[in-house]
């Protein structure tokens, strides 16, 4: 099912994006395996914890009557790190925006499994087994910042060219919101609303994701 691009295009509100779980966990070829316990290696070498455990794929999804529908199933959590090949696991990303516009930027410390030492926009993490996409981004944005929405969408459905599928929520908070960063960051900041005065750090894909949620 592996492809890039916009998958499905909302927005949705929280209780019109459904998941159906399946049974059988996912067993994916012993190549994408092997590569999997070498990225788990390479994270404990440079410190990092051992995430490793099971997590969530897409398995497949569709559109019907204004709701997104998705049907999930347990993988290796891994497996997601498998450049080029990750089989379809699923993440979700919360990007975060005041009620003026400016967005939520933190960067990732040094120890974590991806992007590390990097500014991301929000919050995101994969999606835990029985979860909904969409009670992960509420889970993500309260752990990673202590933040509570006063409004939240699920915007995107995404194929990225790693193999990841990623759920795009967008949250609001309001102007005076004061995040309290977890220690998956050592830095953060409110970038402006306007994408083109964000600072040279600001990784373009971060601006084509800012641009597709403005749109």
């Known amino acids: 099912m592996s492809r890039s691009g916009i998958l499905a295009r909302g927005p949705w509100q929280s209780d019109q994006v459904e998941a159906r779980w399946l049974e059988d966990t996912f067993e994916p070829p012993a190549e994408v395996l092997r590569e999997a316990d070498a990225a788990v290696d390479g994270l ?4 990092s914890p051992a995430h490793d455990g099971m997590a969530t794929r897409l398995a497949g999804w569709r559109e019907e009557e204004g709701r997104l529908l998705l049907d999930l199933q347990p993988m290796r959590w891994a497996v ?7 089989c379809d696991s699923l993440t ?9 516009g400016r967005w939520l930027a933190g960067r990732r410390a040094a120890w974590v499994s991806t992007w590390a030492g990097r500014w991301a926009l929000g919050a995101g993490g994969a999606v835990d087994l029985g979860e909904g996409p969409a009670q992960t981004l509420t889970r993500e944005l309260d752990e990673e910042w202590q933040l509570e929405p006063d409004s939240l969408s699920v915007e995107a459905l995404l194929g990225l060219p790693n193999g990841v599928v990623m759920v795009v929520g967008l949250a609001t908070v309001p102007d005076a919101a004061e995040p309290v960063p977890d220690d998956e960051h050592d830095e953060w900041a409110w970038w402006p609303a306007e994408v083109d005065a964000w600072p040279a750090e600001a990784d373009e894909r971060l601006k084509l994701m800012a641009r597709l949620l403005s749109g």
């Not at 997601?80 to 990750?86: K, M, P, T």
């Open 92 to 100: 979700a990303l919360c990007a975060v925006r005041t009620e003026d």
């Open 80 to 86: 997601r790190l498998v450049e080029g090949n990750a």
């Open 44 to 47: 404990r070498e440079r410190g």
